[in-house]
């Protein structure tokens, strides 16, 4: 079993930034590919984010290439969210997710191929 917890939301005034970290409780955390996902009031929880195993494989949602960086440090069981020049539109409750069994260099988008889940952090890009 595997607890993420995640921390860093908050209110951000457009343009603005925030980082949102995710710790995990895994022995093998090293073996987990990550993910950030998010779910605004009446849509579906979508992918924003992904990284692989040890880091060397990346992938975003367009909306938020350019703008976001997903990051990890295996030694901290920690993986990251840098969310640049904030908009409106990701306004949302943040998800931090871990891939179970994960092959070396894998990124994985679609919720289903994640088995745990953190309990969200909400962030808010309002003036």
């Known amino acids: 079993q595997v607890q993420l917890v995640e921390s860093g939301g908050g209110l951000v005034q457009p343009g603005g930034s925030l980082r949102l970290s995710c710790a995990a409780s895994a022995r093998t955390f090293s073996s987990y590919a990550m993910g950030w996902f998010r779910q605004a009031p009446g849509k579906e929880r979508e992918f924003v984010a992904g990284i692989s195993r040890n880091g060397d494989g990346t992938r975003y949602a367009d909306s938020v290439k350019g703008r976001f960086t997903i990051s990890r440090d295996n030694a901290k069981n920690t993986v990251y969210l840098q969310m640049n020049t904030l908009q409106r539109e990701d306004t949302a409750v943040y998800y931090c997710?871990?891939?179970?069994?994960?092959?070396?260099?894998?990124?994985?988008?679609?919720?289903?191929?994640?088995?745990?889940w953190g309990q969200g952090t909400q962030v808010t890009v309002s003036s």
């Open positions: 997710a871990a891939a179970a069994a994960a092959r070396r260099g894998d990124v994985y988008y679609a919720p289903a191929l994640y088995n745990y």
